[in-house]
């Protein structure tokens, strides 16, 4: 019996909004990636803890050798 009442209650509570996951912006390709460890490499010196580079364009910036300021010409070529 406690439990129908408890059923009842808990399906007249109202549904909490899920939050909204903490985003960061590339500072490389200026698009924004939700703001964990699988998107962004650790940094111990930034404010928020994660380096300020998407890992895919990081990733391609140590590859290929070239500067942050040629990655973002390139970025910016693409895309205009």
Do not use: E, W
């Amino acid at each position: 019996m406690d439990n129908i009442f408890k059923s009842i209650i808990n399906q007249l509570k109202p549904i909490k909004p899920m939050p909204r996951s903490r985003m960061k912006t590339c500072s490389i390709s200026g698009k924004k990636f939700k703001a964990d460890k699988v998107n962004f490499y650790h940094s111990s010196t930034s404010t928020d803890g994660l380096h300020p580079y998407h890992k895919s364009f990081d990733n391609f910036r140590r590859v290929t050798g070239a500067s942050v300021d040629q990655c973002r010409n390139l970025v910016n070529l693409i895309n205009s």
